[in-house]
């Protein structure tokens, strides 16, 4: 039941989408972004778990175990096969990033990777989508604010 009020989790795969480095279609990205922005507009549920599960950047850890995957190498130096080849694609094909629970994204990351991609009509998606959802934050807050000092009965 609890399952139920949850929102669905779309908005994380969008992200990890355009967040993709390399072998991602321009239109496609842009499509993924136009869509990330529709999903907050005017939407406090959906703008509160993206601002839960999408940081604006992402923590040292997260980028130093990027660094160190972009070299081949484990933790503790060594070259690691299995983290080179996940079912027989590379890096690139898994846009760069290990494909695990853990695969973590950010805004920053979206930003970054549509700029390097030249494409401006996807980082200005992904600027209306912070912004739309920052909107929607701000105004469900409002709505709960005047709630709580005006009783419904109250109200004229």
Same mark, same amino acid.
């Given at each position: 039941?609890?399952?139920?009020?949850?929102?669905?989790?779309?908005?994380?795969?969008?992200?990890?989408? /355009?967040? =993709?480095?390399?072998?991602?279609?321009?239109?496609?990205?842009?499509?993924?972004?136009?869509?990330?922005?529709?999903?907050?507009?005017?939407?406090?549920?959906?703008?509160?778990?993206?601002?839960? *599960?999408?940081? =604006?950047?992402?923590?040292?850890?997260?980028?130093? $175990?990027?660094?160190?995957?972009?070299?081949?190498?484990?933790?503790?130096? *060594?070259?690691? $096969? $299995?983290?080179?080849?996940?079912? +027989?694609? *590379?890096? *690139? %094909?898994? =846009?760069?990033?290990?494909?695990?629970?853990? #695969? #973590?994204?950010?805004?920053?990351?979206? /930003?970054?990777?549509? +700029?390097?991609?030249?494409?401006? %009509?996807? /980082?200005?998606? /992904?600027?209306?989508?912070?912004?739309? =959802?920052?909107?929607?934050?701000?105004?469900?807050?409002?709505?709960?604010?005047?709630?709580?000092?005006?009783?419904?009965?109250?109200? $004229?």
């Amino acid at each position: 039941t609890s399952q139920q009020n949850q929102p669905c989790p779309l908005h994380r795969s969008l992200c990890l989408f /355009i967040s =993709c480095k390399k072998n991602v279609d321009g239109k496609c990205r842009l499509l993924a972004a136009r869509l990330l922005c529709n999903l907050v507009t005017c939407n406090a549920t959906t703008a509160a778990c993206l601002a839960r *599960d999408i940081p =604006c950047s992402v923590s040292d850890l997260v980028v130093s $175990e990027r660094m160190l995957h972009s070299m081949h190498l484990d933790v503790d130096g *060594d070259t690691k $096969e $299995e983290d080179i080849n996940v079912d +027989g694609k *590379d890096g *690139d %094909e898994l =846009c760069g990033q290990r494909m695990t629970t853990t #695969t #973590t994204t950010s805004w920053v990351d979206m /930003i970054s990777a549509s +700029g390097r991609a030249g494409e401006r %009509e996807t /980082i200005a998606a /992904i600027v209306a989508a912070l912004h739309n =959802c920052m909107a929607s934050l701000e105004v469900d807050f409002t709505q709960q604010q005047q709630q709580q000092e005006f009783p419904p009965y109250a109200k $004229e």
